[in-house]
């Protein structure tokens, strides 16, 4: 089971039926609870995760959810005060090295 559904199709019954069918993290697919932070660190993993699926077929990063040893284990959710300033952080850190991905990496 993947989400084989556009971003703006996905609803909160599918990411729910990911953790009831307990689909476990693979190469396309990878959950976090929470959104990477500033720290260099932190945009280093993010990068990492990027760069993993734009190498493979591509894949699901999906934030919001608590995993335990790879496996989903509950939907945690996300408490955004600016939807739209955190896409543009996190597209900013992928074009920020972009240059640096051969192929380069479309976001």
């Known amino acids: 089971m993947a989400l084989n ?4 199709a996905i609803e909160e019954g599918d990411l729910q039926a990911l953790v009831d069918n307990q689909v476990s993290e693979r190469k396309t697919i990878e959950y976090k ?3 990477s932070g500033n720290a260099d660190g932190d945009k280093k993993e993010f990068l990492a995760d ?4 734009a190498n493979a077929s591509g894949g699901d ?3 919001g959810i608590k995993e ?3 496996v989903p284990i509950e939907l945690s959710g996300l408490e955004l005060s ?4 955190e896409i543009l952080r ?3 850190v992928c074009k920020g090295l972009r ?3 051969e192929p380069s990496v479309s976001t």
């Open 5 to 8: 559904k556009p971003l703006e």
């Open 33 to 35: 609870e929470a959104l």
């Open 50 to 53: 990027v760069s993993s699926f």
């Open 61 to 63: 990063l999906i934030y």
């Open 68 to 70: 335990q040893s790879g």
């Open 82 to 85: 600016n939807v739209d300033a």
């Open 90 to 92: 996190l597209e900013a």
């Open 99 to 101: 240059s640096g991905f």
